[in-house]
C-alpha cells in the first residue's frame, strides 16, 4: 500500500477503490466532508483524458513514481472527471498476486456483461457505446507476473472507447514498443512533483506549513522536499525529517527495496550527484551504473542527471539508515569468462605457471557456473575421458588440491572457503565481493528492463571461454549466452526506437548482430534505425548486408 500520505497528497483522502463502480451522470464525485480540501491537476489530468477526438492516440497511460507522488489521488481525481455516461472499473492488486483471478474477479464484478473474462471485458466494452475508463493502482505489486500481462493484453486488444491507467512504483514490463501503445503517456516523478505554485495552494489548502514566500523563494523545508507531495505534507514545515517521516519513507520508499539497493543508497547517500565513477569509489564495488540505472529507470528514485528524486531521502539516509555491516575485507578479485578466461586479484592476474592445463580446465568449468555444484562424475569425464574411474577420481583430487593452494595460499588445511566438495560434487564459491561477469550477466538479464538490458550488454565482452574451442562441457552454455546477449541487444534496440533514439538502437542492432549475424529481426530493426536516423545510405548498406546472410543460407532476398 502506498499508505494515507500519498492519497492525501495531492490533497484530497487516498481515492482508493472498494471494488465498487457506476454509471455517472454529471462526471462528479460524491465527496465526503471530512476529506481534505481538493488540489485539482488539471494540467495532468489533461494528459491522462485527452479528448476522444485526439487521432493515433494509445489506449494506455502510466503513473511510475515513488510513494507518496499523489498517483492514488491522481487515478481519483480522472474518476471523477470522466464524462457523463463514463463507466469507471477499478483494480488494486495486492502483495502477492501473481495470476489473473483477481484481475478478472473486478472486472465481472464491476462490468456484469463482460463474463468475468478479458475477451469478455473488451467485447462488452466495444459493445457499450459509451466510454469505459479503467483505473490499475498499485500495478508494481504484480510486477513481472501473468496479471501485469492481462493489463496489457486489455491495453493492446483495447476497442474504441476503452481508456487504461494505471499506477506503480516500478516501470511495468509492458512492450511500448508496439504500433498499439505507440505515444503512450507515461508520468514519472519530473511531471507529478509539485511546482511552486502548486506547493503554496497545497500549504494553504491542508494549513500544513509556511507558503512560499512572496518574492517567489522557496523555504527550506519546500528544497528538501523538491515537489515531493508526500513530503511537504509529512514536513509541515519543519526543517528536518521527523519520526512520522522518517517511519514514511522507510516503510513506503525504502523497505520494499532489495536489500542490495538499499544497501548501496546508505553508502552512497554522502553524495549530491551520483555518477558511476564516484559511486564505485565509495563503495568499492564495479557495478555502480548497473545500480544507478535501477535507481534511475525503474525505481524512479534518482533524476536521469544522477540527482536525488528530493534532498530530503538522502538527509534522511544519512541520519537515519546505518550501512549494512561491513563484511570481513577480502582481496578485490574479478573472475571474467567472457571473451577469455581471467582471474585477478587486487589488479593483478593470477601465476599460473606452476598449474598443470587440466587443473586449469577444471577451474573454468566451475567458473561458468559460478556457486553450483557439479558433479565429480561430469568432471572426470570432461577432463579425462575414458580413464578408468579410479585413475580419473584421483587425477580429479591433485586438480583440485593444486587449485585451492593457488586460491587459497594461506587457508588451513581441511578448510578450503572457495573450491568446496558438496558430497559427490564440487563448486567454486563465489562471494558477493568479487566481480564475476557471468553471475552480473545471468542477474542484468534477469532484472530486465532498459537497465538491465544495457548492464547484460556491458558484461557480454565476447564468447564464453573461447580458448576452449568445441570442448564438449562449454558449447551448450556458450550459445546459450551468446542466444541471451542477442536477444538482449534486440530488446534494447526496440526500447531505443520507443524513446525516439534511433542512433541508439542503429548501435544496439549493430551489437545484436555483432553476437548473432543470422537474426532476421535484427537486421530488419537496423535498417528502421537507419532510416528514422535520416541515413538512407547506412540503410542501404545493410540492406545489402540483409541479402548477403540470406545468400549464404540458400535464401532468396527479402522483397523491400
Same mark, same amino acid.
Given at each position: 500500500m502506498t499508505g494515507q500520505a500519498d492519497g492525501q497528497a495531492g490533497g484530497q483522502a487516498d481515492g482508493r477503490a472498494d471494488g465498487?463502480?457506476?454509471?455517472?451522470?454529471?462526471?462528479?464525485?460524491?465527496? /465526503?466532508?471530512?476529506?481534505?480540501?481538493?488540489?485539482?491537476?488539471?494540467?495532468?489530468?489533461?494528459?491522462?483524458?485527452?479528448?476522444?477526438?485526439?487521432?493515433?492516440?494509445?489506449? +494506455?497511460?502510466?503513473?511510475?513514481?515513488?510513494?507518496?507522488?499523489?498517483?492514488?489521488? +491522481?487515478?481519483?481525481?480522472?474518476?471523477?472527471?470522466?464524462?457523463?455516461?463514463?463507466?469507471?472499473?477499478?483494480?488494486?492488486?495486492?502483495?502477492?498476486t501473481t495470476g489473473t483471478d483477481s484481475l478478472l474477479s473486478a472486472l465481472g464484478r464491476q462490468l456484469p456483461e463482460s463474463g468475468g473474462t478479458v475477451e469478455g471485458f473488451l467485447r462488452a466494452c466495444g459493445g457499450r457505446g459509451r466510454p469505459v475508463l479503467l483505473l490499475v493502482d498499485d500495478l508494481h505489486q504484480v510486477h513481472g507476473t501473468p496479471a501485469e500481462a492481462a493489463v496489457e493484453e486489455l491495453a493492446l +486488444?483495447?476497442?474504441? /472507447?476503452?481508456?487504461?491507467? #494505471?499506477?506503480?512504483?516500478?516501470?511495468?514490463?509492458?512492450?511500448?514498443?508496439?504500433?498499439?501503445? %505507440?505515444?503512450?503517456?507515461?508520468?514519472?516523478?519530473?511531471?507529478?512533483?509539485?511546482?511552486?505554485?502548486?506547493?503554496?495552494?497545497?500549504?494553504? #489548502?491542508?494549513?500544513? /506549513?509556511? @507558503?512560499?514566500?512572496?518574492?517567489?523563494?522557496?523555504? %527550506?523545508?519546500?528544497?528538501?522536499?523538491?515537489?515531493?507531495p508526500a513530503a511537504l505534507l509529512l514536513l509541515g514545515g519543519a526543517p528536518r525529517p521527523g519520526p512520522l517521516a522518517r517511519a514514511y519513507l522507510d516503510r513506503e520508499v525504502l523497505a520494499p527495496l532489495p536489500a542490495a539497493l538499499r544497501s548501496f543508497l546508505a553508502q552512497v547517500s554522502a553524495l549530491p550527484v551520483l555518477t558511476p565513477e564516484r559511486c564505485d569509489a565509495v563503495t568499492g564495488r564495479t557495478d555502480s551504473d548497473w545500480l544507478l540505472a535501477e535507481l534511475t529507470e525503474d525505481r524512479a528514485l534518482l533524476t536521469p542527471?544522477?540527482?536525488?528524486?528530493?534532498?530530503?531521502?538522502?538527509?534522511?539516509?544519512?541520519?537515519? +539508515? %546505518?550501512?549494512?555491516?561491513? #563484511?570481513?575485507t577480502l582481496p578485490a578479485t574479478t573472475l571474467r569468462c567472457f571473451g577469455g578466461f581471467q582471474l585477478g586479484r587486487d589488479g593483478r592476474l593470477l601465476d599460473w605457471g606452476l598449474t598443470r592445463p587440466r587443473a586449469r580446465a577444471l577451474l573454468r568449468i566451475l567458473a561458468i557456473q559460478p556457486n553450483r555444484p557439479v558433479h565429480r562424475e561430469i568432471l572426470m569425464e570432461s577432463l579425462w575421458p575414458g580413464r578408468p574411474p579410479a585413475a580419473a577420481g584421483r587425477s580429479l583430487q591433485v586438480a583440485v588440491s593444486s587449485l585451492r593452494a593457488l586460491l587459497e595460499p594461506g587457508a588451513a588445511r581441511g578448510t578450503p572457503q572457495l573450491l568446496q566438495r558438496l558430497g559427490e560434487a564440487y563448486q567454486l564459491r563465489v562471494p558477493d565481493q568479487w566481480s564475476c561477469d557471468v553471475r552480473q550477466f545471468d542477474q542484468a538479464v534477469a532484472q530486465g528492463g532498459r537497465a538491465g538490458l544495457r548492464r547484460?550488454?556491458?558484461?557480454?565482452?565476447?564468447?564464453?571461454?573461447?580458448?576452449d574451442g568445441p570442448a564438449e562441457w562449454v558449447v551448450e552454455r556458450r550459445e546459450h549466452y551468446r542466444r541471451e546477449a542477442a536477444e538482449a541487444a534486440l530488446a534494447l534496440t526496440r526500447l531505443e526506437l520507443l524513446d525516439?533514439?534511433? @542512433?541508439? %538502437? @542503429?548501435?544496439?542492432?549493430?551489437?545484436?548482430?555483432?553476437?548473432?549475424?543470422?537474426?532476421?529481426? #535484427?537486421?530488419?530493426?537496423?535498417?528502421?534505425?537507419?532510416?528514422?536516423n535520416g541515413d538512407p545510405a547506412a540503410a542501404a548498406r545493410s540492406r545489402l548486408g540483409h541479402a548477403r546472410m540470406l545468400h549464404s543460407l540458400g535464401l532468396p532476398p527479402a522483397t523491400p
Open positions: 465498487r463502480a457506476g454509471e455517472r451522470a454529471d462526471g462528479q464525485a460524491d465527496r /465526503g466532508q471530512d476529506r481534505p480540501p481538493v488540489l485539482l491537476r488539471e494540467r495532468l489530468l489533461d494528459r491522462l483524458l485527452p479528448r476522444p477526438a485526439d487521432a493515433g492516440r494509445s489506449p +494506455l497511460a502510466l503513473l511510475v513514481a515513488p510513494a507518496g507522488f499523489g498517483k492514488s489521488t +491522481l487515478l481519483a481525481q480522472a474518476a471523477d472527471r470522466a464524462g457523463p455516461g463514463t463507466r469507471v472499473v477499478r483494480w488494486q492488486p495486492c502483495r502477492g +486488444l483495447a476497442p474504441p /472507447g476503452l481508456r487504461v491507467v #494505471a499506477a506503480g512504483r516500478r516501470r511495468p514490463l509492458i512492450n511500448l514498443t508496439r504500433r498499439e501503445l %505507440a505515444g503512450t503517456t507515461v508520468l514519472g516523478p519530473a511531471e507529478l512533483r509539485f511546482g511552486p505554485a502548486e506547493t503554496a495552494r497545497l500549504h494553504v #489548502a491542508t494549513e500544513h /506549513g509556511p @507558503a512560499a514566500a512572496a518574492d517567489g523563494h522557496t523555504t %527550506a523545508p519546500d528544497e528538501l522536499a523538491a515537489g515531493w542527471d544522477g540527482r536525488w528524486v528530493a534532498p530530503l531521502l538522502r538527509l534522511h539516509l544519512q541520519g537515519h +539508515l %546505518a550501512p549494512a555491516p561491513t #563484511a570481513p547484460a550488454l556491458s558484461t557480454y565482452t565476447g564468447d564464453l571461454l573461447p580458448e525516439g533514439a534511433p @542512433a541508439a %538502437a @542503429a548501435q544496439t542492432a549493430a551489437r545484436s548482430l555483432e553476437i548473432d549475424p543470422f537474426r532476421e529481426e #535484427a537486421w530488419q530493426l537496423l535498417i528502421t534505425a537507419h532510416r528514422r
